[in-house]
């Protein structure tokens, strides 16, 4: 992880091995790591400090494995927050999983771009209500900026950004109040449009994080 003197975003991924149509195996830089680091590249050029945690945690004694990588990943990162107070973004970068005849994409200023969906936990299930286990004391704070962020998205790249998900857990967003998890495009996608969207996402995450 670089230095970055004021950090105002970290990005990191609790499932590093997620690849992509054209990925090539065995690089990072092509898959959900890589696209990360472009992402992270775009907003520091912008002037949006960023840092980005390249970890793994999906992977454990040489094989793919994803029943701790959440709690791994909050291990991980959260030593990262509390050295850097100035960061007010998480950002947990993932890919979709898709039927193998869905492709998200659309157009955004003539090039191929991947869709993006912003996803939220709520630590509750509809039929047993509240977990207590996995308290989020900041989820109207995580649901009012992924409505920021679907809002942006849409005033400025329609289609760009599918409809926000909203599942029983917690997934790592209560870490900070401006916590999001994103699914940026699925395995079906290409890198190129991987990249493409995250120029998207990058200047949507200036218009809502700066002004």
């Given amino acids: 992880m670089k230095n970055v003197s004021c950090p105002k975003i970290l990005i990191f991924h609790t499932h590093s091995q997620e690849e992509f149509a054209d990925s090539i195996p065995g690089d990072p830089s092509t898959s959900i790591v890589g696209i990360g680091e472009y992402l992270t590249q775009l907003l520091n050029a912008d002037g949006i400090e960023t840092l980005h945690d390249s970890g793994v945690y999906d992977i454990i004694n040489g094989k793919l494995d994803r029943s701790r990588a959440?709690?791994?990943?909050?291990?991980?990162?959260?030593?990262?927050?509390?050295?850097?107070?100035?960061?007010?973004?998480?950002?947990?970068?993932?890919?979709?999983?898709?039927?193998?005849?869905?492709?998200?994409?659309?157009?955004?200023?003539?090039k191929p771009t991947a869709k993006i969906m912003y996803f939220n936990g709520l630590s509750r299930t509809r039929t047993n209500g509240d977990i207590a286990y996995l308290y989020n004391p900041y989820i109207q704070d995580n649901l009012a900026f992924s409505l920021q962020m679907q809002i942006a998205s849409e005033q400025y790249y329609p289609g760009f950004a599918r409809h926000i998900y909203l599942k029983a857990y917690r997934y790592n967003l209560h870490l900070l109040p401006k916590s999001l998890l994103i699914e940026a495009g699925a395995q079906t996608n290409t890198v190129e449009e991987m990249k493409n969207a995250m120029e998207?996402?990058?200047r949507t995450l200036k218009r809502v994080v700066t002004e």
């Fill in 70 to 110: 959440y709690e791994n990943a909050e291990s991980a990162v959260r030593p990262v927050l509390e050295a850097n107070p100035t960061i007010e973004v998480a950002i947990d970068l993932h890919r979709d999983g898709v039927n193998a005849d869905t492709h998200l994409v659309t157009e955004v200023n003539g």
């Fill in 200 to 202: 998207v996402l990058e």
